[in-house]
C-alpha cells in the first residue's frame, strides 16, 4: 500500500490538494476489488452519510487499484477513548448505510463468502508452532470441533436463503467518522462477497461488543447493540428497556417481533466472529480471552462439545 498527497489547480485556478491510496498485492485481488468498489460508488455511496472511498483507476501492470483516501479517525478511536455521544450516533448512522447498502448493492459474478478453515484461519494460525505450543494444542483441537458444528450449522440455516452481496468486514475498524467526527464512510472491501445479509449484522454485534469491552460499559454495549438492530430493522418499541442488562440483543429482536430464524441466523454469524477472533487471540497469546469467547460460543446449546 503506498499513500500520495497531491497538490494541483483546477480550470478556475483554485488550488486543491488530494490524497491517495494505491493497492496492489500478488494475489491480482485489486481488479475485482476496483471493479466492487466502482459499483459501490457509482450506486448511491458518493456522499457521506452515505459513501464509500471514490475509485480512480486500475493499473494493470502494476495490478494495483487506486482511490481517494479517506482521511480521520475511526469509530474504534472512539471506544477507546469512551466517546458515548459520537458512538451512538455512529452507531445508527451505520445501521442505516447498512440498510441501504443491502437495499441497493447487487453485483453480479461475486464469489460466495465461504465458512470453512480457510476463511476461518487465512494466515494458517492453527498450523503455526509459534503459536499453537503444547498448552495451546487442546485449543486448537476445540476451535476445529467448534468449525465442524458450525459448518453444519451454515448449510441446515442458509441452504434455501436468497444471498446478496455483504460488506464481509462491517465493524468499528472500518467506520470512518472523518477529521471532524462529522462525515461518515465505510472502507475495506476487500471480503465484499456474496452471502446472507445477517453476517453484517452479526459482525458488527460481535465486533462493537469485542473492541468495547475494556473501555465500555456493558450497559452501554447493550444499548449499541440494540439500537443497531432498531435503527436497521425498524423496531417501533424498545422493548422493556433498551438500556437494561436484562434485555440482551437476542431477547430484543424476540420482544420486537423479529423472525425466529433471522434472530438465529444473526446468533450463527455473532458466534462465527468469536470463532475468528480466538484465531485472532492465538495469534496475541490471549488464553483468558480465548476461553472466555469459547465459553460465549457454547452458551448456545448445539455448540457444547
Known amino acids: 500500500v503506498n499513500f500520495y498527497k497531491i497538490s494541483y489547480f483546477t480550470i478556475d485556478n483554485e488550488s486543491k490538494k488530494i490524497s491517495l491510496v494505491g493497492y496492489a498485492d500478488k494475489n491480482f485481488k485489486q481488479r475485482e476489488n476496483y471493479r466492487v468498489l466502482s459499483y459501490i460508488y457509482n450506486h448511491g455511496f458518493n456522499r457521506s452519510p452515505y459513501k464509500v472511498p471514490q475509485p480512480l483507476f486500475y493499473y494493470k501492470k502494476l495490478e494495483a487499484m487506486f482511490y481517494v483516501a479517506e482521511e480521520g479517525p475511526n469509530l474504534y478511536s472512539s471506544i477507546i477513548k469512551n466517546e458515548e455521544k459520537i458512538i451512538e450516533k455512529a452507531t445508527i448512522k451505520a445501521a442505516k448505510w447498512l440498510k441501504r447498502f443491502h437495499k441497493r448493492i ?15 484461519d487465512p494466515t494458517n494460525v492453527l498450523e503455526n508452532p509459534k503459536y499453537i505450543k503444547d498448552d495451546n494444542k487442546n485449543i486448537k483441537d476445540e476451535v476445529l470441533k467448534l468449525l465442524n458444528i458450525m ?15 455483504v460488506h464481509g468486514d462491517f465493524h468499528p475498524e472500518n467506520i470512518l467518522l472523518g477529521r471532524n467526527k462529522n462525515k461518515f464512510c465505510i472502507i475495506d472491501f476487500t471480503d465484499c462477497k456474496t452471502s446472507h445479509f445477517t453476517i453484517d449484522i452479526g459482525s458488527f ?3 462493537i461488543e469485542s473492541m468495547g469491552e ?7 454495549i447493550y444499548k449499541m447493540q440494540k439500537n443497531f438492530l432498531k435503527t436497521y430493522f425498524g423496531f417501533k418499541k424498545d422493548a422493556q428497556n433498551i438500556n437494561s442488562l436484562k434485555v440482551n440483543w437476542q431477547q430484543y429482536c424476540k420482544d ?4 425466529e430464524k433471522t434472530i438465529e441466523q444473526i446468533h450463527f454469524f455473532y458466534n462465527w466472529y468469536n470463532l475468528k477472533a480466538i484465531i485472532f487471540f492465538l495469534a496475541n497469546n490471549s488464553r483468558r480471552k480465548i476461553k472466555e469467547l469459547i465459553g460465549k460460543i457454547k452458551e448456545k446449546q448445539s455448540y457444547k462439545i
Open 205 to 207: 454485534i460481535q465486533q
Open 214 to 220: 475494556k473501555n465500555l460499559s456493558v450497559e452501554f
Open 151 to 165: 459448518e453444519k450449522e451454515y448449510k441446515k440455516l442458509f441452504s434455501k436463503e436468497i444471498l446478496q452481496t
Open 106 to 120: 447487487n453485483i453480479k459474478n461475486q464469489k460466495k463468502y465461504k465458512i470453512n478453515r480457510a476463511t476461518l
Open 256 to 259: 420486537n417481533h423479529l423472525n
